[in-house]
Protein backbone atom coordinates (compact mmCIF):
# COMPACT_ATOMS: atom_id res chain seq x y z
CA UNK A 1 0.00 0.00 0.00
CA UNK A 2 1.82 3.58 -1.06
CA UNK A 3 1.90 6.15 1.82
CA UNK A 4 -0.67 8.09 0.43
CA UNK A 5 -3.68 5.58 0.84
CA UNK A 6 -2.42 5.09 4.30
CA UNK A 7 -5.37 6.56 7.20
CA UNK A 8 -4.57 8.74 10.16
CA UNK A 9 -5.61 5.50 12.06
CA UNK A 10 -2.54 3.69 10.45
CA UNK A 11 0.12 6.60 10.86
CA UNK A 12 -1.11 6.45 14.68
CA UNK A 13 -0.35 2.58 14.93
CA UNK A 14 3.05 2.76 13.50
CA UNK A 15 3.70 6.17 15.41
CA UNK A 16 2.85 4.32 18.91
CA UNK A 17 5.23 0.78 17.63
CA UNK A 18 8.25 3.86 17.95
CA UNK A 19 7.56 4.48 21.76
CA UNK A 20 9.48 2.83 24.73
CA UNK A 21 7.99 0.59 26.74
CA UNK A 22 8.91 0.63 30.98
CA UNK A 23 11.54 -1.97 30.05
CA UNK A 24 13.34 -0.22 27.31
CA UNK A 25 13.47 2.93 29.23
CA UNK A 26 15.57 1.66 32.70
CA UNK A 27 17.62 -0.18 30.16
CA UNK A 28 18.81 3.30 28.13
CA UNK A 29 18.91 5.26 31.78
CA UNK A 30 20.96 2.27 33.20
CA UNK A 31 23.48 2.37 30.00
CA UNK A 32 24.22 6.33 30.72
CA UNK A 33 24.41 6.96 27.20
CA UNK A 34 26.19 10.31 26.26
CA UNK A 35 23.13 12.43 25.99
CA UNK A 36 25.10 15.09 23.29
CA UNK A 37 24.90 12.62 20.94
CA UNK A 38 21.50 12.70 20.51
CA UNK A 39 21.87 16.47 18.79
CA UNK A 40 24.21 15.42 16.52
CA UNK A 41 21.96 12.51 14.94
CA UNK A 42 19.04 15.17 15.53
CA UNK A 43 20.84 17.01 13.11
CA UNK A 44 21.23 14.42 10.51
CA UNK A 45 17.58 13.02 10.80
CA UNK A 46 17.01 16.69 9.88
CA UNK A 47 18.45 16.49 6.81
CA UNK A 48 17.27 13.05 6.01
CA UNK A 49 13.97 14.38 6.00
CA UNK A 50 14.60 17.78 3.93
CA UNK A 51 15.02 20.22 6.16
CA UNK A 52 18.40 22.30 7.21
CA UNK A 53 19.26 23.95 10.21
CA UNK A 54 19.00 27.17 8.07
CA UNK A 55 15.24 26.46 6.88
CA UNK A 56 14.73 25.45 10.72
CA UNK A 57 15.91 28.77 11.88
CA UNK A 58 14.35 31.00 9.37
CA UNK A 59 10.87 29.92 10.84
CA UNK A 60 11.11 32.25 13.68
CA UNK A 61 11.52 30.04 16.92
CA UNK A 62 10.48 30.84 20.30
CA UNK A 63 11.88 28.24 22.56
CA UNK A 64 10.45 27.45 25.55
CA UNK A 65 10.96 24.77 28.96
CA UNK A 66 10.80 25.26 32.05
CA UNK A 67 8.98 22.67 34.94
CA UNK A 68 6.15 24.70 35.59
CA UNK A 69 3.76 26.74 32.92
CA UNK A 70 6.00 26.18 30.04
CA UNK A 71 2.69 24.62 28.02
CA UNK A 72 0.56 27.64 29.23
CA UNK A 73 3.38 29.88 28.19
CA UNK A 74 3.68 28.93 25.18
CA UNK A 75 0.01 28.99 24.32
CA UNK A 76 -0.22 32.06 25.94
CA UNK A 77 2.57 33.65 23.91
CA UNK A 78 1.11 31.59 20.11
CA UNK A 79 -2.19 33.42 20.84
CA UNK A 80 -0.44 36.59 20.93
CA UNK A 81 1.94 36.79 17.73
CA UNK A 82 -1.44 35.43 15.98
CA UNK A 83 -3.26 38.17 16.83
CA UNK A 84 -0.19 40.04 15.52
CA UNK A 85 -0.65 38.76 12.26
CA UNK A 86 2.02 35.90 12.45
CA UNK A 87 1.52 32.73 10.63
CA UNK A 88 2.11 30.64 13.81
CA UNK A 89 3.27 27.39 14.10
CA UNK A 90 3.05 25.65 18.03
CA UNK A 91 4.33 22.21 19.00
CA UNK A 92 3.84 20.97 22.69
CA UNK A 93 3.44 17.54 24.56
CA UNK A 94 1.95 15.53 25.41
CA UNK A 95 -1.48 14.92 24.07
CA UNK A 96 -4.68 15.11 25.56
CA UNK A 97 -7.04 12.90 23.26
CA UNK A 98 -5.55 13.00 19.67
CA UNK A 99 -1.24 13.01 18.88
CA UNK A 100 -2.38 15.89 16.28
CA UNK A 101 -2.90 18.37 19.11
CA UNK A 102 0.67 17.89 19.46
CA UNK A 103 1.23 20.03 15.76
CA UNK A 104 -0.83 23.09 15.31
CA UNK A 105 -0.88 25.78 12.74
CA UNK A 106 -2.86 28.95 13.94
CA UNK A 107 -3.99 28.04 16.63
CA UNK A 108 -5.57 24.65 15.55
CA UNK A 109 -4.34 20.87 15.58
CA UNK A 110 -3.44 20.29 12.08
CA UNK A 111 -6.26 17.69 10.27
CA UNK A 112 -5.89 14.23 10.47
CA UNK A 113 -5.26 14.31 6.22
CA UNK A 114 -2.58 16.63 7.07
CA UNK A 115 -0.93 14.85 9.92
CA UNK A 116 -1.14 11.53 7.80
CA UNK A 117 0.17 12.89 4.39
CA UNK A 118 3.27 14.32 6.59
CA UNK A 119 3.97 11.39 8.97
CA UNK A 120 4.49 8.96 6.00
CA UNK A 121 6.35 11.51 3.87
CA UNK A 122 8.80 11.60 7.44
CA UNK A 123 8.13 7.82 7.74
CA UNK A 124 9.28 6.88 4.61
CA UNK A 125 12.26 9.15 4.18
CA UNK A 126 13.59 7.76 7.13
CA UNK A 127 12.70 4.06 6.74
CA UNK A 128 14.79 4.19 3.35
CA UNK A 129 17.89 5.84 4.55
CA UNK A 130 18.26 3.48 7.84
CA UNK A 131 21.65 1.99 7.98
CA UNK A 132 22.31 -1.42 9.00
CA UNK A 133 21.18 -1.87 12.81
CA UNK A 134 19.62 1.33 12.73
CA UNK A 135 16.33 2.26 14.04
CA UNK A 136 14.04 4.96 13.50
CA UNK A 137 14.26 7.36 15.94
CA UNK A 138 11.71 7.12 19.37
CA UNK A 139 8.16 8.72 19.36
CA UNK A 140 9.18 12.13 20.78
CA UNK A 141 12.02 12.60 18.65
CA UNK A 142 10.01 11.75 15.55
CA UNK A 143 7.22 13.94 16.38
CA UNK A 144 9.97 16.96 16.29
CA UNK A 145 11.50 15.87 12.99
CA UNK A 146 7.72 15.66 11.86
CA UNK A 147 6.74 18.88 13.24
CA UNK A 148 9.48 20.99 11.90
CA UNK A 149 8.75 19.35 8.85
CA UNK A 150 4.92 20.81 8.46
CA UNK A 151 5.96 24.24 9.96
CA UNK A 152 9.12 24.85 7.34
CA UNK A 153 6.91 23.44 4.49
CA UNK A 154 3.89 25.32 5.28
CA UNK A 155 5.18 28.98 5.61
CA UNK A 156 5.49 29.42 9.26
CA UNK A 157 7.06 32.50 10.19
CA UNK A 158 6.28 32.10 13.95
CA UNK A 159 7.18 29.08 15.68
CA UNK A 160 6.49 28.32 19.47
CA UNK A 161 8.56 25.12 20.24
CA UNK A 162 7.91 23.71 23.86
CA UNK A 163 10.54 21.39 25.25
CA UNK A 164 10.05 18.03 25.92
CA UNK A 165 11.94 17.33 28.90
CA UNK A 166 14.74 19.17 30.47
CA UNK A 167 16.10 21.45 27.43
CA UNK A 168 19.97 21.21 27.30
CA UNK A 169 19.94 17.32 25.28
CA UNK A 170 15.94 17.56 24.28
CA UNK A 171 16.04 16.69 20.37
CA UNK A 172 13.99 20.50 20.25
CA UNK A 173 17.30 21.67 21.22
CA UNK A 174 18.51 21.24 17.64
CA UNK A 175 17.46 24.77 17.12
CA UNK A 176 20.69 26.82 17.00
CA UNK A 177 19.26 30.27 16.25
CA UNK A 178 15.86 30.97 18.02
CA UNK A 179 15.11 34.83 17.78
CA UNK A 180 14.21 34.52 21.84
CA UNK A 181 14.11 31.52 24.72
CA UNK A 182 11.89 31.64 27.75
CA UNK A 183 12.42 29.66 31.13
CA UNK A 184 9.32 29.57 33.17
CA UNK A 185 9.26 28.49 36.94
CA UNK A 186 11.98 26.27 37.78
CA UNK A 187 11.35 23.33 40.38
CA UNK A 188 12.02 19.32 41.37
CA UNK A 189 11.03 16.75 38.32
CA UNK A 190 12.23 14.12 36.03
CA UNK A 191 15.04 13.68 38.33
CA UNK A 192 15.94 10.33 37.10
CA UNK A 193 16.59 11.82 33.74
CA UNK A 194 17.59 15.71 35.03
CA UNK A 195 19.63 15.64 38.44
CA UNK A 196 17.86 15.56 42.08
CA UNK A 197 18.82 18.65 42.81
CA UNK A 198 17.32 22.45 41.80
CA UNK A 199 20.83 23.52 40.34
CA UNK A 200 21.33 20.46 38.39
CA UNK A 201 17.76 20.72 36.86
CA UNK A 202 18.39 24.51 36.31
CA UNK A 203 22.21 23.67 34.57
CA UNK A 204 19.56 21.27 32.14
CA UNK A 205 16.62 23.94 31.60
CA UNK A 206 19.55 26.94 30.88
CA UNK A 207 21.32 24.64 28.05
CA UNK A 208 18.37 25.92 24.97
CA UNK A 209 20.34 29.59 26.18
CA UNK A 210 22.29 30.04 22.52
CA UNK A 211 25.01 32.82 22.09
CA UNK A 212 23.38 36.79 21.60
CA UNK A 213 20.22 35.18 21.58
CA UNK A 214 17.83 37.17 24.47
CA UNK A 215 16.30 34.82 27.39
CA UNK A 216 13.68 36.23 29.45
CA UNK A 217 12.72 33.88 32.29
CA UNK A 218 10.05 34.38 35.39
CA UNK A 219 11.25 35.35 38.99
CA UNK A 220 13.33 32.25 40.03
CA UNK A 221 14.60 30.52 43.36
CA UNK A 222 18.02 32.28 44.02
CA UNK A 223 20.22 28.87 43.43
CA UNK A 224 18.34 28.60 39.95
CA UNK A 225 18.72 31.91 39.10
CA UNK A 226 22.92 31.91 39.85
CA UNK A 227 22.91 28.42 37.67
CA UNK A 228 21.05 30.72 34.69
CA UNK A 229 23.19 33.47 35.22
CA UNK A 230 26.36 31.35 34.98
CA UNK A 231 25.22 29.47 32.30
CA UNK A 232 24.07 32.95 30.06
CA UNK A 233 27.43 34.37 30.62
CA UNK A 234 29.18 31.29 29.57
CA UNK A 235 27.34 31.48 26.25
CA UNK A 236 27.29 35.14 26.05
CA UNK A 237 23.70 35.26 26.10
CA UNK A 238 21.52 38.26 27.51
CA UNK A 239 19.45 37.16 30.24
CA UNK A 240 16.67 39.23 31.35
CA UNK A 241 13.44 38.62 34.10
CA UNK A 242 10.38 39.34 33.46
CA UNK A 243 8.39 42.00 35.92
CA UNK A 244 6.30 40.36 38.22
CA UNK A 245 2.41 40.53 37.09
CA UNK A 246 1.62 42.60 40.89
CA UNK A 247 4.35 45.44 39.93
CA UNK A 248 2.59 46.48 36.63
CA UNK A 249 1.25 49.83 36.52
CA UNK A 250 -1.36 51.35 34.67
CA UNK A 251 0.47 52.53 31.59
CA UNK A 252 -2.35 54.83 30.07
CA UNK A 253 -6.08 55.93 30.92
CA UNK A 254 -7.16 53.94 28.23
CA UNK A 255 -4.81 50.69 28.54
CA UNK A 256 -6.11 48.88 31.68
CA UNK A 257 -3.17 47.47 33.33
CA UNK A 258 -2.70 43.35 32.96
CA UNK A 259 -3.89 42.71 36.10
CA UNK A 260 -7.19 44.17 35.02
CA UNK A 261 -6.98 42.09 32.62
CA UNK A 262 -9.48 38.76 31.52
CA UNK A 263 -6.38 36.31 30.88
CA UNK A 264 -8.22 33.15 28.49
CA UNK A 265 -6.47 30.60 31.13
CA UNK A 266 -7.94 30.59 34.26
CA UNK A 267 -5.84 29.96 37.80
CA UNK A 268 -4.06 32.96 39.62
CA UNK A 269 -0.27 31.18 38.66
CA UNK A 270 -1.33 32.36 34.69
CA UNK A 271 -0.75 35.86 35.70
CA UNK A 272 3.25 35.11 35.57
CA UNK A 273 2.92 32.67 32.68
CA UNK A 274 0.95 36.21 30.51
CA UNK A 275 3.66 38.14 31.77
CA UNK A 276 6.40 36.18 30.68
CA UNK A 277 4.71 35.76 27.27
CA UNK A 278 4.26 39.35 27.07
CA UNK A 279 7.97 39.78 26.94
CA UNK A 280 8.80 37.03 24.62
CA UNK A 281 6.36 38.33 22.07
CA UNK A 282 8.09 41.87 22.41
CA UNK A 283 11.11 40.65 21.79
CA UNK A 284 10.71 38.51 19.38
CA UNK A 285 8.45 41.17 16.98
CA UNK A 286 11.62 43.46 17.60
CA UNK A 287 14.17 41.28 16.68
CA UNK A 288 12.14 39.43 13.94
CA UNK A 289 12.31 43.06 12.52
CA UNK A 290 16.03 43.43 13.24
CA UNK A 291 18.11 40.83 14.74
CA UNK A 292 20.95 42.95 16.13
CA UNK A 293 17.99 44.40 18.85
CA UNK A 294 18.62 42.69 22.13
CA UNK A 295 21.72 40.84 21.51
CA UNK A 296 24.06 42.76 24.39
CA UNK A 297 25.13 40.58 27.26
CA UNK A 298 23.48 41.40 30.95
CA UNK A 299 25.03 41.39 34.34
CA UNK A 300 23.40 40.89 37.46
CA UNK A 301 19.62 40.75 37.95
CA UNK A 302 18.42 42.80 34.38
CA UNK A 303 14.04 42.96 35.17
CA UNK A 304 12.95 43.81 31.79
CA UNK A 305 10.46 47.13 31.45
CA UNK A 306 6.53 46.94 31.37
CA UNK A 307 4.46 46.77 27.94
CA UNK A 308 2.34 49.00 26.79
CA UNK A 309 -0.25 47.01 25.77
CA UNK A 310 -2.09 47.02 22.42
CA UNK A 311 -5.44 45.70 21.34
CA UNK A 312 -3.34 42.87 19.81
CA UNK A 313 -1.90 41.66 23.25
CA UNK A 314 -4.74 41.97 25.16
CA UNK A 315 -7.12 39.67 22.40
CA UNK A 316 -4.05 37.23 22.29
CA UNK A 317 -4.33 37.19 26.08
CA UNK A 318 -7.81 37.02 26.41
CA UNK A 319 -8.29 34.50 23.76
CA UNK A 320 -6.27 32.35 24.21
CA UNK A 321 -7.63 28.26 25.25
CA UNK A 322 -4.97 25.57 27.06
CA UNK A 323 -7.42 22.51 27.63
CA UNK A 324 -6.50 20.33 30.48
CA UNK A 325 -4.80 23.37 32.77
CA UNK A 326 -7.52 24.94 35.08
CA UNK A 327 -9.99 23.59 33.17
CA UNK A 328 -13.84 23.47 33.94
CA UNK A 329 -16.39 21.27 32.12
CA UNK A 330 -19.56 20.98 33.44
CA UNK A 331 -22.47 17.53 32.44
CA UNK A 332 -25.54 16.70 34.07
CA UNK A 333 -25.12 16.56 37.35
CA UNK A 334 -21.38 17.02 37.57
CA UNK A 335 -18.79 19.67 37.54
CA UNK A 336 -15.42 18.37 36.59
CA UNK A 337 -13.06 20.73 37.74
CA UNK A 338 -9.52 19.76 35.75
CA UNK A 339 -5.53 20.43 36.08
CA UNK A 340 -2.41 17.78 34.39
CA UNK A 341 -0.40 19.11 37.23
CA UNK A 342 2.34 16.52 38.11
CA UNK A 343 4.64 18.35 40.22
CA UNK A 344 4.08 19.06 44.23
CA UNK A 345 3.97 23.16 43.32
CA UNK A 346 1.55 22.70 40.51
CA UNK A 347 -0.78 20.41 42.73
CA UNK A 348 -0.98 22.93 45.20
CA UNK A 349 -1.86 26.04 42.55
CA UNK A 350 -4.48 23.73 41.17
CA UNK A 351 -6.20 22.36 44.32
CA UNK A 352 -6.22 26.18 45.50
CA UNK A 353 -7.97 27.25 42.35
CA UNK A 354 -10.55 23.98 42.64
CA UNK A 355 -11.35 24.87 45.59
CA UNK A 356 -11.95 28.93 45.36
CA UNK A 357 -13.96 27.47 41.81
CA UNK A 358 -15.76 25.20 43.89
CA UNK A 359 -16.95 26.96 46.74
CA UNK A 360 -18.45 29.62 44.14
CA UNK A 361 -20.40 27.08 42.59
CA UNK A 362 -21.44 25.20 45.81
CA UNK A 363 -22.77 28.53 47.27
CA UNK A 364 -24.91 28.97 43.91
CA UNK A 365 -25.89 25.79 44.27
CA UNK A 366 -27.09 25.79 47.78
CA UNK A 367 -29.23 28.96 47.36
CA UNK A 368 -31.05 27.15 44.99
CA UNK A 369 -31.62 24.03 47.38
CA UNK A 370 -29.21 21.93 45.57
CA UNK A 371 -27.12 19.44 47.20
CA UNK A 372 -23.34 19.01 46.36
CA UNK A 373 -20.52 16.68 47.33
CA UNK A 374 -16.76 17.02 46.22
CA UNK A 375 -14.70 14.53 44.70
CA UNK A 376 -11.18 13.84 44.46
CA UNK A 377 -9.98 11.76 41.41
CA UNK A 378 -6.06 11.62 41.08
CA UNK A 379 -3.75 9.20 39.49
CA UNK A 380 0.64 9.91 37.94
CA UNK A 381 2.05 8.75 35.62
CA UNK A 382 6.08 7.42 35.47
CA UNK A 383 7.72 7.48 39.07
CA UNK A 384 6.75 10.55 40.68
CA UNK A 385 6.45 10.23 44.44
CA UNK A 386 2.62 9.74 45.05
CA UNK A 387 3.23 11.01 48.86
CA UNK A 388 4.77 14.07 47.54
CA UNK A 389 2.60 14.74 44.75
CA UNK A 390 -0.86 14.09 47.31
CA UNK A 391 1.09 16.05 50.03
CA UNK A 392 -0.61 19.91 49.07
CA UNK A 393 -3.75 18.41 48.57
CA UNK A 394 -3.66 17.11 52.13
CA UNK A 395 -1.96 20.18 53.70
CA UNK A 396 -4.83 22.28 52.09
CA UNK A 397 -7.06 20.06 54.32
CA UNK A 398 -5.18 19.71 57.43
CA UNK A 399 -7.22 22.55 60.35
CA UNK A 400 -9.72 23.24 57.38
CA UNK A 401 -13.55 22.79 57.18
CA UNK A 402 -13.51 22.05 53.60
CA UNK A 403 -13.32 18.20 52.50
CA UNK A 404 -13.29 16.10 50.02
CA UNK A 405 -16.58 13.39 50.73
CA UNK A 406 -14.85 10.68 48.61
CA UNK A 407 -11.44 10.24 46.55
CA UNK A 408 -11.01 7.56 43.39
CA UNK A 409 -8.22 6.24 42.38
CA UNK A 410 -8.36 4.13 39.43
CA UNK A 411 -6.21 3.16 36.25
CA UNK A 412 -4.93 5.88 33.38
CA UNK A 413 -4.77 3.55 30.50
CA UNK A 414 -8.28 3.30 28.47
CA UNK A 415 -8.80 0.36 25.99
CA UNK A 416 -6.70 0.99 22.43
CA UNK A 417 -10.05 -0.22 20.93
CA UNK A 418 -11.67 3.08 22.48
CA UNK A 419 -8.95 5.64 21.67
CA UNK A 420 -5.97 4.29 19.22
CA UNK A 421 -4.00 7.86 20.44
CA UNK A 422 -4.14 6.15 23.69
CA UNK A 423 -1.60 3.50 23.76
CA UNK A 424 1.30 4.44 25.60
CA UNK A 425 3.36 1.73 26.16
CA UNK A 426 5.15 3.26 29.04
CA UNK A 427 2.73 1.83 31.18
CA UNK A 428 2.26 -1.41 31.97
CA UNK A 429 -1.17 -2.67 32.41
CA UNK A 430 -0.82 -5.07 34.56
CA UNK A 431 0.93 -2.84 37.42
CA UNK A 432 -2.18 -0.12 37.26
CA UNK A 433 -4.38 -1.79 40.21
CA UNK A 434 -1.58 -3.01 42.29
CA UNK A 435 -0.19 0.72 42.12
CA UNK A 436 -3.52 2.10 42.74
CA UNK A 437 -3.94 0.41 45.64
CA UNK A 438 -0.74 1.99 46.87
CA UNK A 439 -1.93 5.13 45.80
CA UNK A 440 -4.99 4.53 48.97
CA UNK A 441 -2.87 3.67 51.48
CA UNK A 442 -0.54 6.29 51.01
CA UNK A 443 -4.02 9.15 50.81
CA UNK A 444 -5.31 7.40 53.98
CA UNK A 445 -1.98 7.74 55.87
CA UNK A 446 -1.82 11.34 54.28
CA UNK A 447 -5.02 12.39 56.19
CA UNK A 448 -4.22 9.44 59.17
CA UNK A 449 -0.90 11.37 60.56
CA UNK A 450 -1.51 12.81 64.11
CA UNK A 451 1.41 15.20 63.36
CA UNK A 452 -0.78 17.06 61.01
CA UNK A 453 -3.14 17.76 63.00
CA UNK A 454 -1.74 20.88 64.79
CA UNK A 455 -2.54 23.41 62.33
CA UNK A 456 -5.25 25.61 62.31
CA UNK A 457 -7.14 27.48 59.54
CA UNK A 458 -10.42 29.75 59.43
CA UNK A 459 -11.31 27.91 56.06
CA UNK A 460 -15.18 27.66 56.80
CA UNK A 461 -15.97 26.46 53.05
CA UNK A 462 -17.38 23.31 52.95
CA UNK A 463 -18.11 20.54 55.06
CA UNK A 464 -17.97 17.21 54.76
CA UNK A 465 -21.46 15.31 54.38
CA UNK A 466 -20.43 12.01 54.77
CA UNK A 467 -20.30 9.23 52.50
CA UNK A 468 -21.90 9.56 48.93
CA UNK A 469 -22.66 6.03 48.20
CA UNK A 470 -25.76 4.18 49.10
CA UNK A 471 -25.06 0.84 50.85
CA UNK A 472 -21.12 0.28 51.45
CA UNK A 473 -17.80 1.61 51.29
CA UNK A 474 -15.41 0.40 48.86
CA UNK A 475 -12.69 0.40 51.08
CA UNK A 476 -11.83 -1.60 54.14
CA UNK A 477 -10.67 0.76 57.28
CA UNK A 478 -7.96 -0.39 58.88
CA UNK A 479 -5.68 2.25 59.85
CA UNK A 480 -6.64 3.90 63.33
CA UNK A 481 -9.08 6.70 63.01
CA UNK A 482 -8.09 8.28 66.10
CA UNK A 483 -6.18 11.03 65.11
CA UNK A 484 -7.86 11.25 61.63
CA UNK A 485 -8.58 14.27 59.48
CA UNK A 486 -11.47 12.48 58.86
CA UNK A 487 -12.32 9.12 58.25
CA UNK A 488 -11.22 8.98 54.14
CA UNK A 489 -13.81 7.44 52.01
CA UNK A 490 -11.79 5.46 49.10
CA UNK A 491 -13.36 4.35 46.10
CA UNK A 492 -10.89 2.16 43.77
CA UNK A 493 -12.59 1.44 40.04
CA UNK A 494 -10.81 -1.60 37.88
CA UNK A 495 -11.09 1.18 35.05
CA UNK A 496 -11.21 4.57 34.21
CA UNK A 497 -14.03 4.46 31.82
CA UNK A 498 -16.11 2.67 35.11
CA UNK A 499 -15.07 5.95 37.21
CA UNK A 500 -16.02 7.99 34.50
CA UNK A 501 -19.34 6.20 34.22
CA UNK A 502 -20.09 6.24 38.15
CA UNK A 503 -19.31 9.89 37.94
CA UNK A 504 -21.98 10.02 35.01
CA UNK A 505 -24.46 8.07 36.78
CA UNK A 506 -24.41 6.28 33.52
CA UNK A 507 -26.88 2.74 32.75
CA UNK A 508 -24.10 1.02 31.74
CA UNK A 509 -22.40 1.18 34.40
CA UNK A 510 -21.49 -1.77 36.30
CA UNK A 511 -21.68 -2.06 40.10
CA UNK A 512 -18.42 -4.96 40.59
CA UNK A 513 -16.29 -6.39 38.48
CA UNK A 514 -15.22 -9.24 40.26
CA UNK A 515 -12.03 -10.30 38.20
CA UNK A 516 -10.31 -7.10 39.53
CA UNK A 517 -10.65 -8.03 42.84
CA UNK A 518 -11.97 -4.56 43.51
CA UNK A 519 -15.45 -4.16 44.26
CA UNK A 520 -17.06 -0.41 43.17
CA UNK A 521 -19.56 1.38 44.85
CA UNK A 522 -23.34 1.99 44.12
CA UNK A 523 -24.44 4.84 41.86
CA UNK A 524 -24.91 8.60 43.59
CA UNK A 525 -28.03 9.93 43.48
CA UNK A 526 -29.00 12.08 40.91
CA UNK A 527 -30.37 14.34 42.83
CA UNK A 528 -27.10 15.33 44.30
CA UNK A 529 -24.70 18.01 41.99
CA UNK A 530 -20.85 16.78 42.51
CA UNK A 531 -17.66 18.52 42.00
CA UNK A 532 -15.20 16.78 40.34
CA UNK A 533 -11.31 17.74 40.91
CA UNK A 534 -9.25 15.64 38.34
CA UNK A 535 -5.83 15.74 38.50
CA UNK A 536 -2.17 14.45 38.89
CA UNK A 537 -1.42 13.28 35.55
CA UNK A 538 -1.75 14.78 31.76
CA UNK A 539 -2.78 11.22 30.65
CA UNK A 540 -5.36 10.95 33.17
CA UNK A 541 -6.85 14.15 32.19
CA UNK A 542 -6.64 13.52 28.38
CA UNK A 543 -8.25 10.13 28.55
CA UNK A 544 -11.35 11.31 30.93
CA UNK A 545 -11.88 14.02 28.10
CA UNK A 546 -12.24 11.24 25.88
CA UNK A 547 -14.76 9.28 27.73
CA UNK A 548 -16.71 12.82 28.63
CA UNK A 549 -16.25 13.48 25.05
CA UNK A 550 -15.11 17.04 25.76
CA UNK A 551 -14.90 19.75 22.70
CA UNK A 552 -11.69 22.26 23.04
Known amino acids: MS ?170 NVITQPLVCGITSLGIDHTSLLGNTIEEISWQKAGIMKYMCPTVSVPQPGAALHVLQECAQEVRAPLFEAPPFDARQRISDTLPHLGELSVGLSGDVQQKNASLAVQLSRIFMERQADRRKWTTPTHGRCTLPLVCLSSQYMQGLEKCKWPGRFHKTEREGVTYYVDGAHTSDSIGEA ?112 KSHGPIYKSHDSISKSHDSTHKLHDPVVHLFPSLKSAIQWLSRDPDYCLSECSTGVITPELVDADVHLQVFITGSLYLVGNSFFYLKEKF
Open 3 to 172: SNNKSFKEAVLALNSLQSNAAQIEAKRQQNKKQSDNLKLMTRSLSQVGVTLDQLNGINIVHITGTKGKGSTAALTESILRQHGYKTGFYSSPHLVEVRERIRLQGSPISQEMFGSYFWKVYDALSSQLEEGEQLPFYFKFLTLMAFKVFVSEGVNAAVIEVGIGGRYDTT
Open 351 to 462: FKWFRQQSTKERQRLEAANKETRTILMFNRTGTRAVCDLLEPIASGLRGSEFKFDATIFCPILISSEDNTDSNDRRIVPELQLSEIRSHKDTWIHLLSNPSTTTHKSHDSTH
